[in-house]
């Protein structure tokens, strides 16, 4: 009987391993769709990791004008407007949008915030009062050490965050020529975009292979979902903002404005942002009214909100797009957040929509029955 070495041994195992990914490789590659649209999305990506800090501005306006894109459309379908018309329309009513965030809404936010932050030490000496009272109020379940030492840990923390705001101060101070020239370069690239998108399209399709299919389906399902998803989001983030800040302006609320704005944005986040941003809706509102009437009332309110959002709102604005499950969506947030931070967070759902239609129409070779 003749023994086997461990090396031979070794050696076959490595063989039969790279005979099995060797086979997988070729069934998942066979097709010449399938290849092409590999090349088409690792060139994609690798644009985007390796120059998108450089093509920051060209990235974004990419965006803005494939958001408007929609709206052109409607405008050509309705109207029966020449796109050049649509274009321009669509363009004037985008400047106005910009032009009253930053004259309108900015000023009132960062006044709002400056209030806020002013009135922090007060609301931190509140706070510090309400949680030594406790073991006074309930010396069976809290003692005076926990809460002391919760006070300090909560001291660690906010002088951490003071220490972040002031150097994200400091780098967006340092930023001030960057952001001019996205004032100036985005929309002017907007326009162009707008403008001249059939011209780019025909321009890159010179570039790929006659026989595109499966690139081109792909498209088409992304384009279906994250078109409707995005614009259908903006919808969401607008309305949100706007009923919530009605209500928290007929309330009396402090800092309605700033509040509103981070309760609309934070539907960007599903999930993890309507926890979040309770935290600092019910603060302020406890620190304005105490354990009255009007606290109770107030995120009352605010629940019948989030709650008309959840159950009413999404399933009319995206009743057709982005069947995702739950799980997929926390990943694909931690994913893309990771990676690209809030940008990264802000499309984490449109990415994952076009990883599930990349795998839907991917070409499965077909399974010989026995």
């Known amino acids: 009987m003749l023994l086997t070495s461990p090396a031979t041994q070794t050696h076959k195992a490595t063989g039969h391993a790279m005979k099995i990914i060797s086979d997988w490789f070729h069934r998942l590659f066979n097709d010449p769709q399938a290849v092409i649209l590999t090349v088409v999305l690792v060139l994609g990506t690798s644009v985007v990791l390796i120059m998108g800090r450089d093509l920051a501005p060209v990235l974004a306006s990419i965006v803005i004008a494939y958001l408007l894109e929609g709206v052109v459309q409607l405008l050509r379908r309705w109207l029966h407007l020449p796109r050049l018309l649509a274009s321009v329309l669509v363009f004037v009513l985008f400047v106005a949008f910009v032009l009253f965030l930053l004259l309108g809404l900015l000023p009132m936010v960062s006044r709002q915030l400056s209030q806020l932050i002013q009135q922090l030490p007060n609301m931190i000496v509140k706070g510090q009062n309400l949680l030594l009272s406790l073991p006074a109020m309930y010396p069976e379940f809290i003692t005076e050490v926990q809460v002391l030492g919760v006070i300090n840990a909560m001291k660690a923390e906010i002088a951490t965050w003071g220490q972040s705001v002031l150097s994200w101060s400091l780098a967006a101070g340092m930023g001030v020529i960057t952001i001019t020239i996205y004032v100036v370069l985005v929309p002017l690239l907007v326009f162009f975009f707008l403008k001249d998108k059939e011209i ?171």
Not at 233 to 240: H, S
Not at 300 to 318: C, E, K, R, T
Not at 347 to 353: G, H, Q, V
């Open 200 to 370: 780019i399209l025909n321009w890159l399709h010179g570039f790929l292979p006659h026989d595109h299919t499966l690139a081109q389906q792909v498209w088409r399902e992304v384009d279906r979902q994250m078109g409707n998803y995005v614009r259908g989001k903006f919808l969401e983030v607008l309305v949100v903002w706007a009923a919530t800040f009605l209500a928290f302006a007929l309330m009396g609320l402090q800092f309605a404005m700033l509040l509103a704005l981070m309760v609309g944005l934070s539907v960007i986040v599903p999930y993890i942002g309507a926890v979040v941003v309770t935290v600092p809706v019910a603060l302020v509102a406890f620190f304005q009214w105490g354990w009255g009437s009007e606290f109770m009332w107030l995120l009352g309110i605010y629940l019948i909100v989030q709650g008309l959002d959840g159950n009413v709102l999404v399933p009319l604005l995206f009743s057709e797009v982005v069947d995702l499950h739950p799980i997929a969506i926390i990943v694909a947030v931690l994913v893309f957040g990771g990676l690209w931070g809030f940008w990264g967070v802000f499309f984490a759902i449109p990415l994952a929509t076009v990883v599930q239609s990349i795998l839907k129409a991917w070409p499965r070779p077909v399974v010989e029955s026995l």
